[in-house]
């Protein structure tokens, strides 16, 4: 038995194989769910029209491709993640159009304003069959192969000549992290609250549609592999739980590295137990995973920039450090950093990707130009972040035990900020840690104690007002 708390005070029972339960609870009712996929897909298919037309294939392609998938391997979770497919589907075609309209030039990928330029266009370059002539790629972009790319063109029936034939292909990726992100908080806790909390909260996500759910960007296809392998093992679906963290090493081998020590630490207790009946069989696995890591990080660092045994930002980072000292636009915050004893620089380095994004009201204030995602990044993530710091430091400092993992998943977290802002810097591979993320801040949305929940918007007033103190400095 565990006891899963369904109120300050209030504490319930839950068999222990609750936690294996496959089908998770409805988000609405049916009728809600039918009305706002039906609206959803109507505007999708407006926009589509008025942009490009033959995204239409596209588009019913990647639902009908995504869904099989589905039912073949999860059947029972086909309507969450219908339903999120068609809800992030409008998503994408309202931020392409207003991209292609401010910029008709990008056809709707991220402008030259944008910090992840060319990363999408790049991507799409690599799967395209045709590319618009007045779309700026990365030269020689044809030298190079990348397996997310790869993966979309075997999903793909018809040719790809425009960004949005490629992008609803990322619905899928978002769905399945929307989904799966529900349902490992269902397993976890048998809470209907909670889960249903996870996944609102993962679908209409400003961080998450900035660096994959709109956006031609690996991110959150790494996040949800991560969060689909958990499932699986909760599940006990081992060979599905397998096959994601194969797919997530092939699309984002740095990442998987990051991530490695997260599986170790919720599983801290079958992994223990495992050791003890079988040590031979254990010897033997961590040689070959040692071997395969060994293999891993020489393959990332071929295609690294960092330095090693210089001030490079890490070991599987892609920055070098007297590049950012040379960008005038680099945040002195973070380069400041840089130059503190390790041990310091370890955890301030974890504090900033925590942070990321800063608040940056001269996207809006005096800007000469419009850019959808600088905006988004810059001044509604933050201030977004300011409820959802609040309830996930509720969620990590309650003492009440709300689900299953929940002590364990906080230490995830908090290793996984590390191991970033050591090893890779790159502020956006937080991305991986969403699912995770937003586990404890349903719990301190839903179930955190007063004190606890006093301290997290304390805590989070105080960030908050840090950033803004930077910003207007």
């Known amino acids: 038995m565990i006891c899963v708390c369904r109120a300050e005070g209030q504490v319930e ?25 039906a609206v959803a897909s109507i505007l999708t298919v407006l926009v589509i029209l008025l942009l490009n037309p033959h995204s239409l294939l596209q588009f019913a392609n990647y639902f009908v491709v995504w869904n099989a998938f589905i039912f073949l391997f999860n059947r029972e979770d086909i309507e969450d993640f219908s339903f999120a497919f068609l809800v992030n589907s409008c998503f994408v075609a309202i931020y392409v159009l207003i991209q292609s309209t401010v910029y008709p030039d990008t056809y709707g990928t991220t402008s030259p304003l944008s910090s992840s330029w060319t990363d999408d266009s790049y991507f799409f370059a690599l799967a395209a069959d045709t590319i618009p002539p007045d779309l700026f790629v990365r030269e020689n972009f044809f030298l190079d192969t990348q397996p997310y790319a790869m993966l ?9 000549d425009h960004p949005l034939d490629a992008l609803f292909f990322q619905s899928g990726v978002a769905a399945m992290l929307t989904t799966y992100s529900k349902k490992f908080t269902w397993q976890l806790s048998g809470d209907r609250g909670l889960a249903n909390i ?3 909260f993962t679908l209409i ?10 956006i031609l960007m690996r ?6 592999l991560f969060v689909y392998s958990l499932s699986c093992l909760n599940a006990r679906r081992y060979l599905l739980a397998l096959a994601a963290v194969v797919a997530q090493v092939s699309v984002r081998p740095g990442t998987a590295l990051i991530l490695l020590p997260a599986y170790a630490i919720i599983y801290y207790p079958e992994l223990n137990t495992f050791i003890k009946r079988r040590p031979l069989l254990v010897m033997l696995g961590t040689g070959v995973l040692a071997a395969a890591a060994t293999q891993l990080v020489a393959t990332v660092l071929e295609f690294s920039h960092s330095t090693i045994g210089t001030k490079g930002v890490g070991l599987l980072g892609r920055e070098l450090f007297a590049d950012l ?23 301030l380095n974890g504090a900033y990707i925590f942070l990321y994004p800063f608040f940056g ?10 850019d959808l995602r600088s905006i988004t990044m810059a001044l509604v993530v ?19 035990r709300v689900a299953s993992r929940q002590r364990s998943i906080v230490m995830a977290v908090v290793v996984a900020l590390l191991l970033i802002g050591t090893y890779s810097l790159q502020t956006r591979h937080k991305t991986i840690i969403y699912p995770l993320y937003y586990y404890v801040i349903a719990i301190g949305f839903t179930s955190a104690t007063q004190l606890a929940r006093r301290f997290g918007y304390i805590f989070s007033s105080m960030l908050l007002l840090l950033q803004i103190a930077l910003a207007f400095r």
């Open 198 to 200: 996870v996944y609102l």
């Open 13 to 37: 029972a839950v068999p222990m194989q609750f936690l294996h339960k496959e089908e998770s609870p409805p988000l609405t009712g049916l009728a809600d769910r039918v009305v706002i996929a």
């Open 361 to 370: 009201p001269r996207y809006i204030i005096g800007a000469d130009y419009f």
């Open 325 to 347: 000292t040379a960008d005038p636009d680099a945040n002195k915050l973070f380069l400041s950093i840089q130059d503190l004893p390790f041990f310091i620089k370890l955890f």
């Open 152 to 160: 979309i063109r075997w999903l793909t029936i018809f040719s790809i």
């Open 205 to 214: 996500c400003p961080f998450l549609m900035m660096n994959g759910g709109v």
């Open 219 to 224: 991110d959150t296809l790494a996040a949800a």
């Open 382 to 400: 933050p201030i977004y972040a300011f409820w959802l710091n609040a309830w996930f430091f509720a969620g990590a400092l309650t003492r009440l």
